[in-house]
């Protein structure tokens, strides 16, 4: 039971650079989401999934690209990297269920640098 | 305006101490969820806690207390008799419905960091 996985752990790019940020749970959960965390700024939503083929924006989505084709698999494009977008990324995984929302499981997150 | 207000930005105890950490939410909603997360010095994001709007008895889990009260937008937290291994960052964060479902946008605090001396 891997939960939720994200890759890679760490990486540097260089400005304007393009990179995919992977995620996926084994869980069947339907709804699928990426935070960045900043110091000071607690976690904010960049993107979230409802489900296979359904994607919509969260508080900052702007600078990034997110598909959902599969129930395990939502990952996070960056097309053309900003200093700005050094940050952690958590990738969050849950299920609503007879409307119950479960908690949120989280990926170990994915520290990118962006010089 | 921020949905989650958590405005102790860094509390220090002494261990043995309790501690409380405040939460103070906004939404227009009838129906969303709460939740507490703590988050260790190695980074992983740890569910504590989750409640429905409906849901308003407090809760007790071993060290862990929650006091969830509607007529003030709270959803404190407190640790009894704190540890040295309860240092962390703690986040509140509440989950409206969006779209129809209960699974709306998250939305965090911004954190308080809780340091235990022993």
């Known amino acids: 039971n891997a939960g939720v996985t994200q890759t890679p752990k760490f990486q540097v790019l260089k400005t304007g650079q393009s990179m995919t940020l992977q995620c996926a749970q084994d869980m069947n959960h339907e709804y699928m989401s990426w935070y960045r965390q900043d110091p000071g700024m607690g976690l904010r939503l960049i993107h979230y999934?409802?489900?296979?083929?359904?994607?919509d924006q969260g508080e900052v989505p702007n600078g990034y690209n997110v598909s959902r084709s599969t129930t395990e698999d939502f990952p996070l494009r960056l097309l053309s990297a900003a200093p700005s977008q050094t940050s952690v990324y958590f990738c969050a995984s849950s299920l609503d269920r007879d409307r119950v929302t479960y908690g949120y499981t989280f990926g170990s997150g994915t520290r990118l640098t962006v010089v | 305006a921020q949905k989650v207000t958590q405005a102790q930005t860094e509390i220090s105890v002494v261990e043995k101490e309790d501690v409380t950490l405040d939460c103070v939410y906004e939404?227009?909603?009838?129906?969303?969820?709460l939740f507490w997360y703590k988050q260790p010095p190695s980074g992983e994001l740890v569910f504590l806690i989750r409640?429905?709007?409906?849901?308003?008895q407090n809760e007790i889990s071993g060290r862990y207390s929650w006091n969830f009260q509607k007529s003030t937008s709270s959803f404190n937290f407190t640790i009894t008799a704190s540890q040295v291994v309860d240092s962390a960052v703690y986040f509140c964060a509440l989950s409206e419905i969006y779209r129809g479902s209960t699974l709306g946008r998250l939305y965090f605090g911004r954190g308080t960091q809780l340091t235990v001396w022993p």
């Open positions: 409640r429905n709007s409906f849901d308003e």
């Open positions: 999934s409802v489900g296979a083929g359904i994607t």
């Open positions: 939404t227009r909603d009838t129906t969303y969820y």
